[in-house]
């Protein structure tokens, strides 16, 4: 069973902005931290930022400022506002969910995974 889908990539001119969404079905006002990652073609995975159970939200220092993560409980929902929008941040963008209360940068911390969503910014 999928846990996390998310939605909202798109198209975008440099400078632009879009709402990345995640639905989560799982547990996620109980889940150690929620984050999202993005993977450009022909380079590695990056993390763009987490968020903690308690709220406490970390970013990536080359993300600060025009990244946002935002988790509404309520709806189940994590999503990623994306500002100021460069052609370097064409990226297939991911959200996931720690496996229990790890270490963020541990291997294996992330056992959850959406399938991304695509966001391509054009110059």
């Known amino acids: 069973q999928v846990r996390l889908l998310e939605s909202g990539g798109g198209s975008v001119q440099s400078g632009g902005s879009l709402t990345a969404s995640c639905a989560d079905s799982?547990?996620?006002?109980?889940?150690?931290?929620m984050g999202w990652f993005r993977q450009a073609p022909g380079k590695e995975r990056e993390r763009i930022g987490l968020?903690?159970?308690?709220?406490?939200?970390v970013y990536e220092d080359s993300m600060k400022g025009r990244f946002a993560i935002i988790q509404d409980n309520a709806k189940k929902m994590l999503y990623l506002k994306m500002t100021s929008l460069k052609p370097e941040d064409t990226a297939i963008y991911y959200c996931?969910?720690?496996?229990?209360?790890?270490?963020?940068?541990?291997?294996?911390?992330?056992?959850?995974w959406g399938q991304g969503t695509q966001v391509t910014v054009s110059s």
């Open positions: 799982g547990d996620m006002d109980r889940t150690y931290c």
């Open positions: 968020i903690y159970i308690d709220g406490k939200l």
């Open positions: 996931a969910a720690c496996d229990g209360q790890v270490e963020p940068s541990a291997d294996g911390a992330w056992g959850f």
